[in-house]
């Protein structure tokens, strides 16, 4: 079996490692803190292939070794053991044939194909927040208690005759990493909080493998009023609400953005083209980095898309690692 798994960490005091080995990560409790990462989103994301790999020996009470190894690098594989994604062992050892095997691929350099941080050519400049949302000062961004208050009871649009809540956002108001997904389900109609249902429990998996909790990233969407039977949200409802998702945008400055699916993707880069033309592809938003990738609910629908999603999710946690991880 063959995966990516994100590398990072700093060499360890009193080891002597070869240029080689760095892509690896010097610390082994950072490697399998990465392991861990990995091997979460397999059993509860993306785990068809590896732990169907596990299964029999997971059934019997046994533990199983998983190899990670660097694609390209004559460092010796760590063994990682598998039990439940409870690892708690980790050491340097000769490969095991029975083991499943999860290959590294070393980490990007400047310039590698596919990352870009300038806007594309169809990103123009995001339109300026319209004059309901204001800023305390000049100069100053407004804060995310400002915008909700500008935002009221919004009827300026027809989505607001069949909604039971407005479901505004949640999350850190100074998160650097936030996510954009498209409008509220039943789930989040009922609550008035964004992602709470089949697919935001797939995101809050998402966010975990990432190394966050749904308390430290923000999360929204498009538009604020859930659109009838779920349907997508029409171009007057995304322009009435984009105003207000620019200024949460603007309110909390954040160091990255995940634009969950087609709808938050084209809205934030003022684009047609295909979510699947834009995924995996770094894009700016107004000078903040955004990573498009796929919606939770496409994911649930088509699960064979849940590895590239993965590594969307990677590419963002090597150029963005979580400070102190």
Same mark, same amino acid.
């Not at 190899?67 to 010796?76: A, I, K, Q, R």
């Not at 898309?305 to 590419?315: S, Y």
């Given at each position: 079996?063959?995966?990516?798994?994100?590398?990072?960490?700093?060499?360890? %005091?009193? !080891?002597?490692?070869?240029? %080689?080995?760095?892509?690896?990560?010097?610390? #082994?409790?950072e490697v399998l803190a990465d392991v861990r990462r990995y091997l979460g989103w397999h059993r509860d994301v993306a785990g068809e292939e590896l732990h169907a790999a596990c299964d029999g020996a997971l059934v019997s009470g046994k533990a199983?070794?998983?190899?990670?190894?660097? %694609?390209?690098?004559?460092?010796?594989?760590?063994?990682? +053991? @598998?039990?439940? $994604?409870?690892? !708690?062992?980790?050491?340097?050892? !000769?490969?095991?044939s029975e083991a499943p095997v999860v290959v590294v691929p070393p980490p990007p350099g400047p310039g590698a194909p596919g990352i870009s941080v300038r806007a594309p050519a169809d990103s123009p400049p995001a339109a300026p927040v319209e004059a309901t949302v204001q800023a305390p000062s000049a100069g100053e961004p407004p804060r995310l208690d400002e915008v909700r208050r500008a935002l009221g009871d919004c009827k300026r649009c027809k989505l607001c005759s069949g909604r039971k809540n407005l479901v505004f956002g949640v999350g850190n108001p100074k998160a650097r990493l936030v996510f954009v997904g498209e409008g509220p389900g039943a789930e !989040?109609?009922?609550?008035?909080?964004?992602?709470?249902?089949?697919?935001?429990?797939?995101?809050?998996?998402?966010?975990?493998?990432?190394?966050?909790?749904?308390?430290?990233? @923000?999360?929204?969407?498009?538009?604020?009023?859930?659109?009838?039977?779920?349907?997508?949200?029409e171009p007057d409802e995304i322009e009435a609400c984009q105003p207000f998702l620019e200024a949460q945008l603007n309110a909390i400055r954040p160091s990255v953005i995940i634009a969950l699916g087609k709808f938050a993707a084209q809205t934030l880069l003022r684009t047609d083209t295909p979510i699947t033309r834009l995924r995996g592809q770094?894009? +700016?938003?107004?000078? $903040?980095? #955004?990573?498009?990738?796929?919606?939770?609910? @496409?994911?649930?629908?088509?699960?064979? +898309?849940?590895?590239?999603?993965?590594?969307?999710?990677?590419?963002v946690m090597a150029r963005f690692p979580k400070p102190g991880a």
């Open positions: 079996m063959r995966a990516s798994l994100p590398t990072q960490g700093s060499q360890g %005091e009193g !080891e002597s490692v070869s240029d %080689e080995a760095v892509p690896v990560a010097d610390s #082994l409790a199983v070794n998983v190899l990670v190894t660097v %694609e390209g690098s004559s460092t010796p594989p760590v063994v990682v +053991e @598998y039990a439940e $994604v409870s690892a !708690e062992v980790a050491s340097v050892a !000769e490969p095991v !989040e109609d009922n609550q008035g909080i964004p992602f709470v249902g089949a697919a935001g429990q797939l995101l809050t998996k998402m966010i975990v493998a990432m190394g966050y909790t749904r308390d430290e990233v @923000y999360i929204c969407n498009v538009v604020k009023c859930r659109p009838p039977g779920n349907r997508n949200p770094w894009r +700016e938003y107004v000078g $903040v980095p #955004l990573m498009p990738t796929f919606h939770p609910a @496409y994911l649930l629908r088509n699960p064979a +898309e849940k590895k590239a999603a993965w590594t969307d999710l990677q590419a």
